[in-house]
Each structure stands twice: as structure tokens, then as C-alpha cells.
């Protein structure tokens, strides 16, 4: 549902409010294309990808432009960003090995849930959710975490923003093993 028209909210020409489901699109162009990009062009890919995740919403509320399908895109676009971020780090051995799977961990929870949410008919518990703060930040500092990856900073740097990245990923997976349980609970009231 999109909030009313505020004098912070108003809504704008009919090219800014296809803005943000565009930007939510190039993220997912620049996933796919991240893997095959030479290795100097990786770092610059991030840091649009990183400027695309907040432009989106940031255009998104301002001009009112927010809807349930432009929520869905902007997540598969983070989804599939970090997933094609960890990968292309992991490959390239940029990570260590053990922050591949601690990062995809919330993303892997996220889906199994989906997933028997969606196999009990309750996929509206998740399809209807606005992001969680601790899941914004916590993709925000992956997207932090991948840049410092990729710009080779030292060992102290990169844990210093993976493991609030962590943190903030298992806190927002929290909230949505929440939202399952009492989707399920409503479910066996019934």
C-alpha cells in the first residue's frame, strides 16, 4: 500500500516513478554481469550496485512511487546481488573462506521459510512485509563489506565490516523466522 502524499512524499512525473523498479533491474543486470566483469571494473559494478539499492527506495518514498511489485524486484535484486558478490569473492579467494556461507546464511534461512510459507499458503507473511531496519543495514554493510573486499584493505578492515553485516543478517533472519512462526500459529488457530 503506498503511504499518502505528504509535503516529504509527493508524487512525481511518471519517468520517476518507473525509477526505482529500474534501477531495482540494472542491480540485477550488474549481478549477472559482476562474475564475468574484468577484475578493475568490480569495484566500480559495487559501488552502482550499492548506489542503486538506496536510490531506489530513497526515489521510491519520496515520490510515492512504492508498490508490491517494485518490494518484490528490490529484493530478488539484493538477493541475487549478494549472492553473485559472495560467489565472485569467494572464487577469486578475496574472502576468507568461512564468511562465504556465514553470509549467505540469512538469505538461505530467508528462502526455506519462504518456501514452506509458500507450501502452507502463507507466502503473504513474507510477500507483504516492508524490510526490517536490521536487514536495510545489514545489506548495506555487505555492500560495504564487498567493496572493502574488493579494494584488497586490510584483515582488521574487512572484519570490522563483515561482522556487523553478520549480526544485523541473523537479527533480520530473526524476524522473519518470527513472522513464519506466527503465520503458522494463526494457521493451526484456525
Known amino acids: 500500500m503506498t503511504p499518502p502524499a505528504s509535503a516529504s512524499t509527493q508524487p512525481g512525473p511518471a519517468w520517476i516513478r518507473r525509477a526505482p523498479n529500474a534501477l531495482s533491474a540494472l542491480r540485477i543486470g550488474l549481478a549477472v554481469w559482476l562474475p564475468w566483469s574484468p577484475e578493475a571494473a568490480r569495484l566500480p559494478v559495487v559501488l552502482v550496485a550499492g548506489a542503486t539499492d538506496f536510490l531506489d527506495g530513497f526515489l521510491a518514498r519520496r515520490y510515492s512511487a512504492t508498490s508490491a511489485a517494485g518490494g518484490i524486484l528490490d529484493a530478488v535484486a539484493?538477493?541475487?546481488?549478494?549472492?553473485?558478490?559472495?560467489?565472485?569473492?569467494?572464487?577469486?579467494?578475496?574472502?576468507?573462506?568461512?564468511?562465504?556461507?556465514?553470509?549467505?546464511?540469512?538469505?538461505?534461512?530467508?528462502?526455506?521459510?519462504?518456501?514452506?510459507?509458500?507450501?502452507?499458503?502463507?507466502?503473504?507473511?513474507?510477500?507483504?512485509r516492508s524490510p526490517s531496519r536490521a536487514g536495510k543495514w545489514a545489506t548495506a554493510f555487505f555492500f560495504l563489506w564487498f567493496a572493502v573486499a574488493l579494494a584488497d584493505a586490510p584483515a582488521w578492515a574487512d572484519l570490522a565490516v563483515f561482522l556487523p553485516a553478520g549480526a544485523l543478517s541473523l537479527i533480520a533472519a530473526g524476524s522473519y523466522a518470527r513472522a513464519l512462526v506466527l503465520a503458522l500459529r494463526e494457521e493451526a488457530v484456525r
Do not use: E, H
Open 78 to 128: 539484493d538477493k541475487l546481488f549478494t549472492l553473485s558478490a559472495i560467489a565472485t569473492l569467494a572464487v577469486s579467494r578475496q574472502i576468507d573462506p568461512w564468511q562465504a556461507p556465514v553470509a549467505l546464511a540469512r538469505d538461505a534461512a530467508v528462502a526455506a521459510a519462504f518456501g514452506v510459507a509458500l507450501a502452507r499458503g502463507r507466502a503473504s507473511a513474507f510477500l507483504g
